[in-house]
């Protein structure tokens, strides 16, 4: 069982706090009763946040020997962090634990030293004084969130859905991920490096979207190109390129290939299917392009993910 450790400190901001609490708690493995095991852990017996005060079960001795620690937002990033939080997350660090911040959390794991020499973001409206103050991180403001590995920084509210997910599917794979984010009535996922800040059309444009989405999504196997996808939507190359930036934060190409890498990774987890089989399948022009697509994309060899995450 994978235990996460979620520090709830003073001044805590109420919905980061939630989202770990309702995302790893929803996770279903077959044959796994219980695959996270989910705490929070008070700054003190009693943690103040702006609209109400929290009673917890477990302080922050209890976050030792956790496999995963959050550190979600906090309301006053100019607060001091006290010297137990600290520790706290650095114990957590030499531990072995992985470490993960939402929103202004990232402001903790900065004072701790986690992210000295690393790429981290934070609610865009809070990334210039984190990189005032904390000169030796390098903060990118125009991200979701920065997988560093040992250390994830994530940006504010929905990001911190989007950052949660990728845990679940770094450690229980694709499918897995899906069920939680359905459970969450959620769309899996916006990848990381989506921009933070995205300015919506007017309704009816957004509305006119999610067809042309699910189209797309019906026929990854074929050869789409940016044309198709224009005439389809009966709009302009450039229109059309314009409406995905604004409500994907990509463009029509790159949310397709990530559309197809999400397919083979479902498919790899689920199927007996040919690594051959799975490239034609999620819409690969060939094994070699699907190989080194999937492996930039995901992190590892498609042969090795399906290792990891195919049930036995």
Same mark, same amino acid.
């Given at each position: 069982?994978?235990?996460?450790?979620?520090?709830?400190?003073?001044?805590?901001?109420?919905?980061?706090?939630?989202?770990?609490? *309702?995302?790893?708690?929803?996770?279903?493995?077959?044959?796994?009763?219980?695959?996270?095991?989910?705490?929070?852990?008070?700054?003190?017996?009693?943690?103040?946040?702006?609209?109400?005060?929290?009673?917890?079960?477990?302080?922050?001795?209890?976050?030792?020997?956790?496999?995963?620690?959050?550190?979600?937002?906090?309301?006053?990033?100019?607060?001091? /962090?006290?010297?137990?939080?600290?520790?706290?997350?650095?114990?957590?660090?030499?531990?072995?634990?992985?470490?993960?911040?939402?929103?202004?959390?990232?402001? /903790?794991?900065?004072?701790?030293?986690?992210?000295?020499?690393?790429?981290?973001?934070?609610?865009?409206?809070?990334?210039? *004084?984190?990189?005032?103050?904390?000169?030796?991180?390098?903060?990118?403001?125009?991200?979701?969130?920065?997988?560093?590995?040992? /250390?994830?920084?994530?940006?504010?509210?929905?990001?911190?859905?989007?950052?949660?997910?990728?845990?679940?599917?770094?450690?229980?794979?694709?499918?897995?991920?899906?069920?939680?984010?359905?459970?969450?009535?959620?769309?899996? *996922?916006?990848?990381?490096?989506?921009?933070?800040?995205? /300015?919506?059309?007017?309704?009816?444009?957004?509305?006119?979207?999610?067809?042309?989405?699910?189209?797309? *999504?019906?026929?990854?196997?074929?050869?789409?190109?940016?044309?198709?996808?224009?005439?389809?939507?009966?709009?302009?190359?450039?229109?059309?390129?314009?409406?995905?930036?604004?409500?994907?934060?990509?463009?029509?190409?790159?949310?397709?290939?990530?559309?197809?890498?999400?397919?083979?990774?479902?498919?790899?987890?689920?199927?007996?299917?040919?690594?051959?089989?799975?490239?034609?399948?999620?819409?690969?022009?060939?094994?070699?392009?699907?190989?080194?697509?999937?492996?930039?994309?995901?992190?590892?060899?498609?042969?090795?993910?399906?290792?990891?995450?195919?049930?036995?």
């Amino acid at each position: 069982m994978h235990k996460i450790a979620i520090l709830a400190l003073h001044g805590v901001i109420p919905f980061d706090l939630a989202t770990p609490c *309702e995302v790893f708690s929803r996770v279903r493995v077959p044959g796994v009763p219980v695959p996270y095991e989910v705490i929070v852990c008070g700054e003190g017996p009693s943690v103040g946040s702006t609209l109400f005060d929290l009673h917890t079960r477990w302080n922050l001795g209890h976050a030792s020997g956790a496999d995963t620690l959050i550190v979600p937002g906090i309301e006053d990033i100019h607060a001091p /962090v006290s010297a137990a939080v600290l520790a706290t997350v650095r114990a957590a660090a030499a531990g072995g634990a992985r470490i993960a911040s939402i929103c202004t959390g990232a402001f /903790v794991l900065a004072a701790a030293g986690m992210l000295d020499g690393q790429r981290a973001t934070t609610h865009w409206l809070a990334a210039a *004084e984190l990189a005032r103050r904390f000169p030796a991180v390098s903060v990118d403001p125009n991200v979701l969130f920065i997988d560093n590995g040992k /250390v994830l920084t994530s940006a504010g509210a929905a990001a911190g859905l989007d950052l949660c997910l990728h845990l679940v599917r770094r450690d229980c794979g694709a499918a897995v991920a899906a069920g939680a984010a359905r459970e969450a009535v959620m769309p899996l *996922e916006r990848g990381g490096g989506q921009a933070q800040f995205i /300015v919506h059309p007017e309704p009816s444009s957004s509305l006119a979207l999610q067809p042309v989405l699910k189209w797309m *999504e019906s026929r990854l196997h074929q050869a789409l190109t940016l044309e198709a996808i224009a005439a389809h939507a009966a709009l302009s190359k450039r229109t059309l390129s314009r409406r995905f930036l604004r409500q994907t934060g990509t463009s029509p190409l790159q949310w397709l290939l990530g559309a197809r890498v999400r397919r083979a990774q479902s498919l790899l987890e689920t199927s007996a299917l040919s690594i051959e089989q799975v490239a034609n399948a999620a819409g690969f022009g060939s094994g070699a392009a699907f190989r080194a697509c999937f492996s930039k994309q995901v992190g590892t060899s498609p042969q090795d993910y399906r290792r990891s995450f195919r049930p036995r």
